[in-house]
């Protein structure tokens, strides 16, 4: 099993559409968490982060999550054809200076039509 | 432009030779990253230096190795190809040894026929 596990989608939306993106995860010592967006050809690029449990709301994305079930969430508001992407969570136990590991989910694919 | 450059962006060999990919990281960054893309399994991280020395290893093959010189450059050597290292593989830097903003590069796509 792994450690973190994201539908993979594709996940096709209307525009304007509320989208919601999950992930789960088995490492409870995971307590930094973030959402990348990554477009095709391209790397990944940070989206949102967020310290243990709680919501972070940056624009039109709000983050989750919930460490007591282990999930995490990215809410995109009135959605985007630009928002067509693969969304990949990632989290870490630890983000201090002695090494910096994330572990990723496998991405989800959103697809935001006209 | 992230600022993180890599090359090749493509590049095809033949099962059992060795290549080099090539990072360098954003201006100012000491920390580079290396990370492995397959569809299978995602971005599965392998190996982290600062300022030129080793600083976190996550699931490297034997086959596999880094370093970082001291301009900051990064190459990740991958040797005695296998069909299944066919992958991308991407490289990001940060600032410092630790944090969470890294940013990455557009990764170089190996195909191994």
């Known amino acids: 099993q792994k450690e973190v596990e994201q539908d993979p989608g594709p996940l096709s939306v209307p525009e304007g559409a509320i989208v919601s993106l999950n992930c789960t995860y088995s490492n409870s010592a995971f307590q930094y968490f973030m959402w990348y967006r990554q477009y095709s050809r391209k790397g990944p690029e940070l989206l949102m982060y967020t310290y243990s449990s709680g919501n972070k709301e940056d624009g039109r994305f709000t983050a989750q999550v919930d460490k007591s079930s282990k999930y995490i969430s990215l809410f995109i508001r009135d959605s985007q054809p630009s928002d067509s992407a693969t969304y990949l969570c990632a989290m870490s136990d630890d983000v201090g200076g002695g090494g910096n590991k994330l572990t990723f989910g496998t991405g989800t694919q959103l697809k935001v039509e006209l | 432009d992230s600022g993180v450059t890599q090359t090749p962006k493509h590049l095809i060999t033949a099962t059992g030779q060795r290549v080099t990919l090539r990072c360098s990281p954003r201006s100012g960054d000491l920390s580079v990253y290396w990370y492995q893309q397959s569809l299978d399994q995602g971005l599965q991280f392998l190996i982290q230096y600062y300022n030129g020395e080793e600083r976190a290893k996550g699931n490297i093959l034997e086959r596999f190795s880094a370093q970082q010189f001291p301009d900051l450059h990064s190459e990740l050597n991958l040797s005695s190809l296998e069909l299944g290292d066919s992958a991308l593989y991407f490289c990001?830097?940060?600032?410092?040894?630790?944090?969470?903003?890294?940013?990455f590069g557009s990764g170089t796509r190996l195909t191994v026929v």
């Open positions: 990001a830097s940060s600032p410092q040894a630790g944090g969470y903003g890294y940013t």
